[in-house]
């Protein structure tokens, strides 16, 4: 791989010679990082590889994809320049992995959130089945300046709570509203409790993307 990124990787137990898998490229929250996240795929691991990425961005305790000009707002250079890099990162896989490129999947939690969000719109239903925003938003510049690939049909689980202190749960009826303005397949899920993915959340994750893979 040539891509900048450290990443985790899971393939499928007992993989068939020959058979393709899904993929699901995963994105965490600021100060996190790449081990944070697959364990909510943990019933569906056999089922598809599973790319867990790394922010390039020290953020103690963790990383992050991108530094913040202000609330709400990226700086608009470092956030566009790693939307790219994870859009090759994802075309990079595809040529490299046995992967199912009509089954590629994007999902994130807050940072990686927002970032799945601007993803579906750069990559569309012609090179996307579907993306998971946990707590996110879709920030101003993106939804205002970039070219936006066509999304109609594109599955999408939408989740934020109700009681979200960090990114205000507006901002996610807001991506919900936006995305289903454009023509996509919005899930939304509210659910009473902070800036987080519960339980319950967990299974509305795994219950789509199996959904999703059995397509």
Known sequence: MKSPFTFEHSAPNNVEKGKLYPAVFLMHGMGS???????????????????????????????????????????????????????????????????????????????????????????????????????????????????????????????HGTMDYVLPYQWGEASRDFFKGQGADVTFVSFEDGHGVTPAIQQEITRFFTKQFNA
């Open 33 to 159: 990082n790449e081990q944070d996240l697959p364990q909510l795929l943990h019933e569906l691991k056999d089922n598809c590889h599973i790319f867990s990425l790394r922010g390039p961005v020290v953020q103690p305790p963790g990383y992050a994809f991108f530094t913040v000009e202000e609330f709400g707002k990226p700086h608009k250079a470092i956030f566009d320049k790693i939307v790219v890099h994870i859009r090759d990162f994802i075309e990079e896989v595809v040529q490299e992995y046995p992967v199912d490129a009509t089954k590629l999947f994007v999902m994130g939690f807050s940072q990686g959130g927002i970032l799945a969000q601007t993803l579906a719109l750069v990559l569309g239903t012609e090179k996307l089945a579907g993306a998971v925003a946990l707590s996110a938003y879709l920030p101003a510049h993106v939804r205002d300046e970039y070219f936006k690939n066509d999304v109609t049909n594109l599955p999408m689980l939408i989740t």
